[in-house]
């Protein structure tokens, strides 16, 4: 069965860095457009940046120029660069690919 399985997140001052991951199992993963997405308490979910099978990234306004989404193929895992975080960055992040979900990581941003 298809399973995604996110890690990484944590608690991070403002400022700092994260690097999440998101390591695939039953899914053609160089086939697949990747995704990584993210909750917070009381929001809706919202696209935080994309990368399609064969490398052109997409990114949320909000995150431009602090964020960087990767993959590696030989190793089925997209992998999210988060950097300059900020107490707003803070939510649950989720890897999607097709219409599977993971079960997220929390981020927390201390201010």
């Known amino acids: 069965q298809v399973q995604l399985v996110e890690s990484g997140g944590g608690l991070v001052q403002a400022g700092g860095s994260l690097r999440l991951s998101c390591a695939a199992s039953?899914?053609?993963?160089?086939?697949?457009?990747m995704g990584w997405y993210r909750q917070a308490p009381g929001k809706q979910r919202e696209l935080v940046a994309g990368i399609t099978r064969g490398g052109i990234t997409n990114f949320a306004d909000s995150v431009k120029g602090r964020f960087a989404i990767s993959r590696d193929n030989a190793k089925n895992t997209v992998y999210l660069e988060m950097s300059g975080l900020k107490p707003e960055d803070t939510a649950v992040y989720y890897c999607?690919?097709?219409?599977?979900w993971g079960q997220g990581t929390q981020v927390t941003v201390s201010s």
């Open positions: 039953g899914i053609i993963f160089s086939k697949c457009d």
């Open positions: 999607k690919a097709i219409v599977f």
